[in-house]
């Protein structure tokens, strides 16, 4: 019985006493006790529930009619927000948000092999050449990140898409 924790307690209060002994009858006696306690605690709390259950019962709350078209807005609305949380890169030794994103065009993908273990997202076709992962998987700040997008987009300018090339000519 002295496994359990409220138990043990109790007979270390009693046993550290000066007068205190928690022998066998002591034991029956405070058991019966704290039972006597518990089951008064127990009706109280029924008795509570009992009287706000029937006050819920008899009281009239009127319910408030749902407005679809705001109710559909409200939730476009936050699921825009979320989306806009998800495409802000994070680090993983902060719960910080990087609100800027460097450079972003086309696919990005995240920088999971950081040595610093933070997750930039960056340009899927920079993080692609060994020798820009390699300084991505180095960096240990977003302004890192954008010197080394900046020197790659410096060597490797962006192709202009033009219609023709849309069309496969």
């Keep these: ?15 550290n006493r000066e007068d205190g002994h928690p022998d066998f009858v002591f034991s029956r006696k405070r058991f019966e006790e704290l039972d006597i306690e518990e089951k008064k605690r127990n009706e109280l709390i029924k008795q509570a529930l009992d009287r706000m259950n029937r006050y819920y019962a008899e009281a009239e709350i009127p319910e408030k009619p749902i407005d679809v078209e705001a109710d559909r807005k409200k939730r476009v609305e936050m699921l825009q927000k979320e989306e806009a949380e998800i495409d802000k890169p994070k680090t993983t030794d902060s719960d ?27 340009p899927a076709e920079a993080y692609s050449t060994e ?39």
Aim: without cysteine.
């Design 1 to 15: 019985m002295i496994r359990f924790p409220e138990i043990r307690v109790m007979l270390d209060s009693e046993w």
């Design 96 to 122: 910080k948000t990087v609100n800027r994103i460097p450079f972003r065009v086309g696919e990005t993908t995240l920088t999971y092999e950081n040595r610093y273990n933070h997750h930039f997202r960056v």
């Design 131 to 169: 020798k820009y992962r390699q300084k991505l998987n180095n960096a240990r700040t977003l302004d890192e990140v954008e010197h080394i997008l900046h020197d790659y987009y410096k060597h490797h300018p962006k192709k202009e898409v033009t219609g023709e090339d849309e069309k496969g000519r």
